[in-house]
Every structure is written in structure tokens, then in C-alpha cells.
């Protein structure tokens, strides 16, 4: 069965810690994604990558670091850096690059108090 | 900047064809105009794409005018199901999400 994972569904952490999201697709999609959504809002973009290692930043990477060692994963780390890191947490993958159906996954919410 | 402008909500009565406005005057050449929905605390579901010509699939249709500074999303015949937030978004290197619309179907 094909399709992207997020994991954990939810996630506490005590501010000053980093943490980490993972997102996993079996897809075999070249391009993945990172996107904050926040309460009645929009999603934005963090990070982006077309290809392994190498990634791109969106337009609120501040705080936040990715990496791309495996077609297959693009864990987010979300570190004490980011101001307000309690959001809704998009993971999405797609192929031919960029012009073309974004697949999401079932997304992460982070809570940090 | 807002790259899309929708209206915040929308209502449609089941069965009947629901119309989806998104304005894009700013829009590049080479963009193409997606169209996702979101229902409560769940990711985003691919509906459509097009870059100039209308577009049709099982789920909806996509009108682009002639001069691609606006789109209309149709759902022929809506559910309760399609209950959700719309969102028109742009595409080239990487889509662009605005707030988007509520649509609610009324049974």
C-alpha cells in the first residue's frame, strides 16, 4: 500500500528541545516537502527537496534544518531556534519534480510548552 | 503577498453543483493553478491542475479564463463529503497556500 507516513500523530515537547519529524514515502517520488500550519490558517512552506542531498529552503525555514540522505525520507528537525514551534506539521511528496500532484501525509501536531 | 484570492466561506446545498471562485491576477506564464482540499486536521487531497485550457476528472472540473487571472473549481454534483476547506494555489518550483474557502454542504 503506497503513500507517505508521518510519525508520531502527536507530539509533546518542553520548549528548549529539539525534536525531530519524521515523514517517510514509498512513492518513489523525487521531490518532498515540508509545510506549518497553523489554526485557521494557510500552509506555509519550510524546506523543500528535488533530489537526495540536496534541499531548498522555503519561506519560513528559521528554525528549522532538514535533511535528505534517502530518496525515501525527509525528517524535519524543528529546533529551540523556532519562536513558536506548536503547529500542525505537513509532510508532502511528488514526482517529475515540481509540476506535478502534491501526495500529503496525515501530518504531525506538535505541542511545545 | 497573497498569490490567490478566494472567499472565506461558501455554502452549497447537496446535490446541487458547487462553484469555487480563485482570483490570480498576478499570475506568471509558466504557472500552473492546483487545486487541493482539506478536510479537518487531515493533509491535503490533490482535486486538479491546469496550466491554460479547461481541465475534467472524476472529482471536479477547472475553468481558467482566457487570461488566466481566474479559476472556478466545480463539484458537479456535492456531498456531504465534500465538506472541506478549497485551496487554489499556484504552482511552479512550489505551490503558494492562501487560507482558502470553507465550503459547507447543506443536506
Known amino acids: 500500500d503506497g503513500g507517505i507516513t508521518q510519525s508520531p500523530k502527536y507530539l509533546f515537547r518542553k520548549e528548549g528541545q529539539n525534536v525531530t519529524l519524521s515523514c517517510e514515502q514509498n512513492?518513489?517520488?523525487?521531490?518532498m516537502y515540508w509545510y506549518r500550519q497553523d489554526p485557521g490558517q494557510g500552509l506555509r512552506l519550510i524546506y523543500y527537496s528535488q533530489i537526495v542531498n540536496d534541499f531548498q529552503k522555503g519561506d519560513i525555514a528559521e528554525g528549522y534544518s532538514v535533511s535528505r540522505e534517502k530518496k525515501e525520507s525527509f525528517p524535519l528537525t524543528v529546533t529551540s531556534a523556532q519562536k513558536n514551534p506548536t503547529a500542525f506539521y505537513l509532510c508532502?511528496?511528488?514526482?517529475?519534480?515540481?509540476?506535478?500532484?502534491?501526495?500529503f501525509g496525515p501530518g504531525t501536531r506538535l505541542t511545545v510548552t | 503577498d497573497a498569490k490567490t484570492t478566494q472567499p472565506p466561506s461558501m455554502d452549497c446545498a447537496e446535490g446541487r453543483a458547487a462553484n469555487l471562485p480563485c482570483n490570480h491576477s498576478?499570475?506568471?506564464?509558466?504557472?500552473?493553478v492546483y487545486w487541493y482540499r482539506q478536510i479537518h486536521s487531515q493533509g491535503p487531497q490533490y482535486i486538479i491542475h491546469g496550466l491554460k485550457n479547461n481541465e475534467t476528472n472524476e472529482m471536479a472540473s477547472l475553468i481558467i479564463t482566457e487570461d488566466r487571472k481566474s479559476s472556478t473549481l466545480i463539484l458537479p454534483h456535492a456531498t456531504l463529503r465534500d465538506t472541506a476547506v478549497y485551496y487554489c494555489t499556484l504552482g511552479n518550483e512550489k505551490l503558494t497556500f492562501g487560507t482558502g474557502t470553507r465550503l459547507t454542504i447543506i443536506p
Open positions: 512513492l518513489n517520488h523525487d521531490a
Open positions: 498576478t499570475i506568471s506564464g509558466n504557472e500552473y
Open positions: 508532502a511528496s511528488s514526482s517529475m519534480g515540481l509540476v506535478s500532484e502534491q501526495y
